[in-house]
C-alpha cells in the first residue's frame, strides 16, 4: 500500500512539469490556470531540469472559424435562397455545403450581433434594443454584463487567433471616447484585433475608422471603398497570422457596413444591375417565390404573404416614381452582389493558404429582415428624414446619375424591402413576423461537413452559433471568464444538423421582442403582434390592446393563414408562454416609449455632457460623435477660437462638426475666419470676415442667435475677430435633431467629408496653432421644448431609432 502511494504521489508531483496538452486541462475556467510550479531549491540552473513553457493550445483538429454577417439583407433577396440580387459567393459556399432555410435573427442590428457573439438572448446581453435608446431597466441598459463572456474571448482564451473586420455596434454610445469606459471595445471583448466602424452605419466612401481603440484615417486612393478595405485587411490579418503560426486556429468574425444605408457602390457594379428591376417590386415577389419553390428553399405550396397596406401597387405608381425606386434597387442590388464579390475574395485567400478544408464557415445573409426604413419614396440623403425633412421624387430625380456616389447618402423605398423579405409580409424592425427575423444562411465545413448543395430546414436562431462553434472545435462551455460565473448560453448547438437533414429541430421555443413587437415561436406554433411599423412615429395602441396573430409554421411557411380566430386557445397558450419566456430573459418591462428613450435624462442612461453649458476643446480632440459632444441644436451658442497665425499666414479647420450631409465648420480661408453651416447638404451658409488674421495671437468670437419659436429654426451668426465685429449674416435653417450618424466633431480638422466647400476632403488640417476653442451653449427656449415633444420631432427621432 506504501509502495502504491509512493508512485501516486511522484507521478502527482510530476504533473506540473509535463506540457499543458498532456494534462488533463479543465476549460470551463477561464482563462486557464497556469500550472504553480513548487518554489525550486535548487542552486545552480545547469543542475536544475527546466518545466515546460506554458502555452494554452486549442483542441487538436480544431477548426478556423469565419462568421460572415452582412447587413440589412432579407430571405428573399440573395440568389442563394431564390431572390434576384447576385451573390456568387454565397452560391458557390451553397454548392458544397449547407443552406439554412429556417434560421432566425432578433430583427434589429444591435440586438443581433450581441445574441450572436454571446449565445444568450440580447436582453441578457442588455441590448433590447440599440444603445442609443438605452434605458436603466435591465435588459435594455446597452452594455454587456460581465457575466456574459463574448465567444471571442472564450475562443482566445482557448487558444485561438482573434479578429474582428467591419460594424460593430455592440458599444455603448456614451463610451466612444477616450474616457471609456472601453470594456465594451471589441479588443476588450475578445478580439486580438478590430479594424472598422463603432457605431451603427457609415459612408463607405469615407468611412470613420478605428483600428483597435484608435481612430485611424482610411487610405486615399481613387474609387476607395470600405468593402474592399475591410477585406483587405482580413485577407492581411489571416495571411500574417497562418505565416507565423500555421497550426493556430483563427477566429474572424466578418461583418460588413453593407447593405445597411447608404447603399454606396461604384458605378461599373451599378452599370450591371441597369434594367433589372424596371418591373417593379410586385413583379420582384412573384418571381422570387417562384425560384425559391424551384429550388427548394421553401416549402411545395408556399404561398405569398400579403403586402402590407402601406406598399402601393407598382403599376399605380407614377413613371417618375417608377423610374426613382428602379434605380434604387439597381443600387441596393449592386452594393449587394459588390459586397458578396469581396467576401469571395476573403474565402478564396483562405483556400490559397490551404486552410478552407478545416475552416467552419458560417454565411449569415442578414441581421434582420431587409429595411424599410427609407419610408415610401427613399431617400438622397438619410439626415433628411432624421431631421424631419420630406425628399421629394423630383427632387431626388435629380441626382439620378450619382445615386450611390460620394455625394449621396442613400436609401431605397419601402416596397423594395418587402420584395426582399419575400415570401413574408414585413421587414426589419418587426421581430413578430418572419420577413424580420428569417435569414438565409450557408454552412460550409468540407472537412466535416460530407453532404453538398443540400438543404437543413431544422429551426434555428442566432443564439445557437456560439454554442455551435464550441461543440465544433470541442469547447465546453465555460463556467467561469476572467473571474465572473457565467449565465448560461442558451442557445443550442446545430452541429446535430451536420449530417442529418431529417433531425428533428432541437430549438423548441424561442421569444421576440423589439421596443414593443413581440413574437413567440413554441415547437412548430408562432404567434406575434406588430405593434409599431417601421415608418410610423408612434405605437397603434396600448400594449395590452395589441391585436395577436397565430400560425402553423409548419404547414404555413410565409405566415399567411393567420389562425387566431379560429384558435384562440393556442393563442392563449402562446401569450402565456410569451410572458414567462418574457420574466427568464429580462424582456420586461416592455418599453415602446419612442422620443422620450433618446433623451438620457428621461431614461436615466449615462450622458457624458449632461447639463453642462460649456465644453472647452485642445488640438487633437477628434472623432467626438454627437453622444459625446455638447448639443449646440435649437439654442444660441457661442464658439470662441484662441489661435495664432505664422507668418505668411495661416488656412484649415479651427472646429468642425459633421459632414458633407450636414454640419458646421469654423475655419480660415485665404487667412479669413469663415463659419459655415451646411444645412442637411441642400444649402450652405457662410459668415466670412473681409480680412485675413496678421500673424500672432487672435481670438475668434462667433456668435449664433437662435430665432426661437420652434426647432430647426434659423438665426444670426455673428463674427468678432479680437473683440470687434467683422461680419455678420443669417442662417435661414438649422437641423433640429441630429447632424450625422457617422461624422463626428473634431479641432484641427475636418475629417471624413468636408462640411464646406472652400476646402478639400482631409486636406484641410489648420496650418496656424490653436491654443484653446470654448463652445458655449444657451438654454433651450419653452417654444423649443413644447415642439421636441411634438409628434413630429418624435417622427423624426423614430426615423433615426430604427438604425
Avoid at 63 to 78: A, E, R, S
Wanted: proline fraction near 7%.
Amino acid at each position: 500500500m506504501l509502495s502504491v502511494m509512493f508512485v501516486l504521489t511522484s507521478i502527482l508531483s510530476l504533473l506540473p512539469l509535463l506540457p499543458l496538452a498532456a494534462q488533463q486541462i479543465d476549460r470551463t475556467v477561464l482563462p486557464i490556470a497556469e500550472p504553480n510550479y513548487p518554489h525550486s531549491t535548487v542552486f545552480d540552473a545547469r543542475d536544475a531540469k527546466p518545466p515546460p513553457p506554458f502555452q494554452v493550445t486549442a483542441p487538436k483538429g480544431a477548426p478556423n472559424v469565419l462568421i460572415v454577417l452582412v447587413d440589412d439583407i432579407g430571405f428573399g433577396m440573395p440568389s442563394a435562397f431564390g431572390g434576384p440580387v447576385p451573390m456568387p459567393a454565397a452560391d458557390r459556399l451553397a454548392a458544397q455545403g449547407l443552406r439554412y432555410n429556417q434560421f432566425h435573427t432578433a430583427a434589429l442590428c444591435s440586438p443581433t450581433r450581441s445574441a450572436l457573439l454571446s449565445g444568450r438572448n440580447h436582453h441578457m446581453n442588455n441590448l433590447g434594443g440599440i444603445t442609443e435608446i438605452a434605458t436603466t431597466f435591465p435588459g435594455n441598459t446597452g452594455q454587456r454584463p460581465n457575466n456574459v463572456a463574448p465567444l471571442a474571448e472564450v475562443l482566445r482564451l482557448n487558444g485561438y487567433s482573434t479578429a474582428f473586420f467591419g460594424k460593430n455596434h455592440e458599444t455603448a454610445a456614451w463610451e466612444v471616447s477616450p474616457s471609456g469606459p472601453t470594456d465594451r471595445w471589441p479588443t476588450r471583448s475578445g478580439f486580438d484585433k478590430f479594424y472598422g466602424f463603432i457605431g451603427g452605419e457609415t459612408d463607405q466612401w469615407a468611412p470613420s475608422l478605428y483600428e483597435g481603440m484608435t481612430r485611424v484615417e482610411p487610405p486615399h486612393y481613387p474609387g476607395y471603398n470600405f468593402m474592399t478595405d475591410m477585406t483587405d485587411q482580413a485577407i492581411a490579418w489571416m495571411k500574417f497570422q497562418k505565416a507565423l503560426t500555421p497550426d493556430k486556429p483563427f477566429f474572424i468574425y466578418f461583418a460588413p457596413g453593407a447593405v445597411h444605408a447608404p447603399h454606396h457602390v461604384a458605378k461599373e457594379w451599378i452599370d450591371k444591375e441597369k434594367g433589372r428591376f424596371d418591373g417593379g417590386w410586385d413583379k420582384m415577389r412573384d418571381e422570387t417565390l417562384a425560384r425559391q419553390l424551384s429550388m427548394g428553399v421553401v416549402p411545395p405550396g408556399t404561398k405569398l404573404a400579403a403586402k402590407p397596406e402601406g406598399i402601393k401597387d407598382w403599376d399605380k405608381l407614377t413613371a417618375d416614381e417608377q423610374k426613382l425606386f428602379a434605380r434604387q434597387m439597381e443600387v441596393y442590388a449592386a452594393f449587394c452582389e459588390y459586397c458578396d464579390h469581396e467576401i469571395g475574395r476573403l474565402f478564396d485567400a483562405i483556400g490559397d493558404t490551404g486552410q478552407l478544408d478545416n475552416t467552419l464557415i458560417l454565411y449569415i445573409l442578414g441581421d434582420n429582415g431587409t429595411s424599410a426604413e427609407g419610408g415610401m419614396n427613399g431617400m438622397f440623403n438619410e439626415m433628411t428624414v432624421f431631421n424631419g425633412v420630406q425628399e421629394t421624387v423630383q427632387d431626388m430625380l435629380k441626382h439620378y446619375d450619382e445615386w450611390g456616389g460620394p455625394s449621396t447618402y442613400p436609401h431605397f423605398a419601402a416596397g423594395w424591402a418587402v420584395a426582399g423579405d419575400t415570401p413574408f409580409m414585413w421587414t426589419k424592425q418587426i421581430p413578430s413576423n418572419y420577413g424580420g427575423t428569417r435569414n438565409g444562411m450557408v454552412v460550409s465545413w468540407p472537412r466535416r461537413i460530407k453532404a453538398a448543395n443540400e438543404i437543413r430546414s431544422q429551426w434555428h436562431h442566432v443564439i445557437d452559433i456560439a454554442p455551435t462553434v464550441l461543440e465544433a472545435a470541442n469547447l465546453p462551455e465555460p463556467k467561469s471568464v476572467n473571474g465572473t460565473v457565467q449565465e448560461p448560453i442558451e442557445g443550442v448547438s446545430m452541429v446535430y444538423t451536420f449530417d442529418n437533414a431529417k433531425a428533428a429541430s432541437t430549438h423548441k421555443t424561442q421569444y421576440f421582442e423589439i421596443t414593443g413587437n413581440r413574437g413567440i415561436y413554441n415547437d412548430g406554433w408562432f404567434a406575434g403582434t406588430i405593434h409599431r411599423l417601421p415608418w410610423e412615429s408612434a405605437p397603434r395602441c396600448k400594449l395590452l390592446d395589441d391585436k395577436w396573430e397565430l400560425y402553423d409554421t409548419r404547414a404555413d411557411f410565409s405566415l399567411a393563414n393567420d389562425l387566431a380566430a379560429a384558435n384562440p386557445a393556442k393563442l392563449k397558450e402562446l401569450q402565456d408562454l410569451f410572458i414567462k419566456e418574457a420574466i427568464k430573459y429580462r424582456v420586461l418591462p416592455i418599453d415602446d416609449r419612442s422620443f422620450e428613450r433618446f433623451n438620457p435624462a428621461l431614461v436615466g442612461r449615462p450622458d457624458v455632457m449632461g447639463s453642462r453649458t460649456s465644453l472647452t476643446l485642445s488640438p487633437g480632440m477628434v472623432g467626438m460623435s454627437e453622444n459625446v459632444f455638447i448639443n449646440i441644436k435649437n439654442r444660441s451658442f457661442s464658439i470662441t477660437a484662441n489661435v495664432e497665425i505664422p507668418d505668411g499666414g495661416a488656412n484649415g479647420v479651427i472646429l468642425a462638426q459633421g459632414g458633407r450631409f450636414g454640419g458646421w465648420s469654423l475655419y480660415l480661408k485665404d487667412g479669413k475666419p469663415t463659419y459655415c453651416y451646411n444645412f442637411l447638404g441642400l444649402q450652405q451658409f457662410k459668415v466670412s470676415a473681409p480680412q485675413a488674421l496678421a500673424a500672432g495671437k487672435a481670438t475668434i468670437l462667433l456668435n449664433f442667435d437662435y430665432d426661437g419659436g420652434g426647432i430647426g429654426k434659423g438665426g444670426t451668426a455673428t463674427m468678432l475677430v479680437n473683440g470687434e465685429k467683422v461680419a455678420s449674416g443669417r442662417i435661414e435653417h438649422t437641423q433640429p435633431m441630429m447632424f450625422s450618424a457617422d461624422e463626428t466633431a473634431g479641432v484641427g480638422q475636418d475629417d471624413a467629408t468636408p462640411v464646406s466647400t472652400d476646402y478639400k476632403e482631409r486636406d484641410n488640417a489648420f496650418t496656424g496653432k490653436i491654443l484653446k476653442v470654448t463652445v458655449d451653449v444657451k438654454p433651450i427656449g419653452a417654444a423649443v421644448k413644447t415642439e421636441l415633444d411634438s409628434e413630429g420631432a418624435k417622427e423624426a427621432l423614430m426615423k433615426a431609432l430604427s438604425d
